[in-house]
């Protein structure tokens, strides 16, 4: 038997999210295993979140699955899509029956035999709610390529033991049925997966870890609960399954990702630790008006660092409290940079569903009409707001120079000192956007100089007069914007104020 991958992750409810720490396999494992331990790079609660919000949106007015529902869940058949209409109406239904999630402990995939059967091997936490007959849901992190219909899952934690998905282009998840189990003891699922052929096999496998260069299980999976139950069944440690306020903070990932420049590459440099930072400023309810004014305000690129998102806490409540003049700025400014970004929306080629992402942002970011703006929907409009700004001006055009000389042809204009645009690449861990337009100054020097200082007339008289051996006058950037870094985790919302970072003004120095 052949290792492919193992993954230990601390257990979770689905309203928290972040990343997994790895811990090494068992001795028995690691005789056998082909790769080491790697944390599983997932939020299963921004999963979730998608989840629940394609199945609230999934029965249509006479109580039938919609049109294309099936195919992303890999159901094959509408005969087969009873499960699936019943988590959509535990959705839509009771607040009493109202669904909960598991994320397992531990992923294994293996592939066994002369035929290449793989098997995935799932580690679960006690938990009572583990006596309940749950849903596995599979939810591919990237679109499989290719298809791969009549997939068959087979095991006895599965009810019926063998059960049949068909993967499409436009398969998200794969939605299987299992068993309750007896107690709330450790449990370990084993599930093999056939295919037709060697050739499908392998592109099974390909999708399950990612492609060919692949070295991580490429799906994240969990397990929903639905059904009427008292309290002593509800997990001791869990909270609702989705917040608004979680739906945001996924939605707001989701978005940045699809709209903001990437860059493929990868720094293995510590960046996050080379960069000088101002002392991090906390973002909630002990904000001072002079303090969110100035980030309102602030011209500055907002990145947002998801990174620190915690797997084992839920994501601290965000409130900010401004003062109701302040609250109308705020108000303005968005609505007014939302329309901004709708536009760019509609002229750049952007992910395919920003413009629904934007839509629900602004919906779970709303003011109440006629109440009071509660602290929450503060918090929410604020980010939103310093996130649209950044993307705005990602899409604005790049400065030029400033040329005020009448009567300079335009190629002497185009070499004066200015700024130009100059986009470098982050180290991923710092957030997202991971590129960021820090500009850059070119050009010549030559008298008259724009924003020469006294040294530099002087310097460069003597240099042209003289023909000294000394430097000439540099186009340098003389005056800077800071990078703002709001990183969210399990403590709350923090600010990091980066100085000095993107230049602004260009001067000969």
């Not at 999630?101 to 992923?107: D, E, F, N, Y």
């Not at 009567?407 to 180290?427: D, I, K, Q």
């Not at 861990?429 to 724009?450: K, Y």
Request: proline share 7%; net charge neutral; with cysteine.
């Amino acid at each position: 038997m052949s290792r492919l991958d193992f993954f230990r992750c601390g257990a979770l409810m689905l309203c928290c999210a972040g990343l997994c720490g790895a811990l090494r396999p068992t001795a028995t494992e690691a005789s056998s295993a082909s790769t080491g331990a790697q944390p599983l790079q997932s939020s299963a609660a921004c999963v979730a979140d998608d989840v629940f919000t394609l199945l609230r949106d999934a029965v249509s007015p006479d109580g039938e699955l919609q049109n294309g529902i099936l195919s992303q869940f890999g159901i094959c058949a509408a005969s087969d899509g009873s499960a699936l209409l019943e988590l959509a109406k535990e959705r839509n239904g009771n607040q009493r029956h109202g669904l909960e999630a598991l994320q397992p402990t531990g992923v294994l995939l293996a592939e066994e035999g002369e035929r290449g059967t793989l098997t995935l091997t799932f580690d679960l936490p006690p938990s009572p709610l583990l006596t309940l007959s749950p849903a596995l849901l599979l939810a591919f992190e990237t679109p499989p390529a290719g298809e791969i219909p009549d997939v068959t899952f087979t095991s006895q934690s599965l009810h019926p033991h063998a059960q049949t998905a068909c993967i499409l282009g436009g398969t998200r998840y794969v939605l299987l049925t299992a068993k309750a189990a007896e107690g709330n003891a450790h449990q370990r699922w084993r599930i093999s997966i056939g295919t037709k052929s060697p050739d499908m096999s392998q592109s099974l496998k390909d999708i399950l870890i990612g492609g060919k260069s692949g070295s991580k299980v490429s799906v994240v999976p969990l397990l929903l609960f639905f059904g009427e139950r008292g309290p002593e069944t509800r997990y001791r440690h869990s909270s609702p399954l989705t917040s608004s306020q979680t739906s945001f903070l996924c939605e707001l990932k989701r978005f940045l990702g699809d709209v903001l420049p990437r860059d493929p590459r990868e720094s293995s440099r510590p960046l996050r630790d080379s960069l000088r930072s101002l002392p991090p400023l906390t973002l909630g309810l002990s904000s001072s008006d002079a303090v969110l004014a100035g980030l309102i305000n602030s011209s500055s690129i907002t990145i947002f660092s998801f990174g620190s998102w915690s797997s084992v806490s839920p994501v601290q409540r965000g409130e900010l409290a401004f003062s109701p003049a302040l609250l109308e700025e705020l108000k303005l400014r968005l609505e007014q940079t939302a329309g901004t970004i709708a536009t760019v929306i509609g002229e750049e080629p952007v992910g395919p569903r920003a413009a629904e992402r934007l839509r629900r942002l602004r919906d779970l970011s709303a003011f109440p009409v006629k109440e009071p703006a509660a602290g929450e929907s503060q918090y929410r409009a604020f980010l939103l707001l310093k996130a649209l700004q950044t993307v705005a001006r990602a899409y604005s055009v790049p400065r030029g120079p400033r040329d005020t000389r009448a009567g300079s042809s335009p190629s002497a204009r185009a070499n004066m000192c200015g700024l130009r645009s100059l986009t470098v690449s982050l180290n991923q861990r710092l957030g997202l956007p991971n590129t960021v337009d820090i500009n850059n100054c070119h050009g010549s020097c030559a008298f008259p100089m724009i924003n020469g200082n006294n040294h530099a007339v002087l310097l460069n008289f003597h240099v042209e007069e003289a023909g000294a051996e000394e430097r000439a006058p540099c186009c340098v950037p003389v005056a800077y914007d800071s990078l703002e870094v709001v990183d969210l985790n399990e403590h709350g919302t923090y600010l990091s104020i980066k100085p000095d970072m993107v230049a602004k003004e260009c001067g000969c120095r």
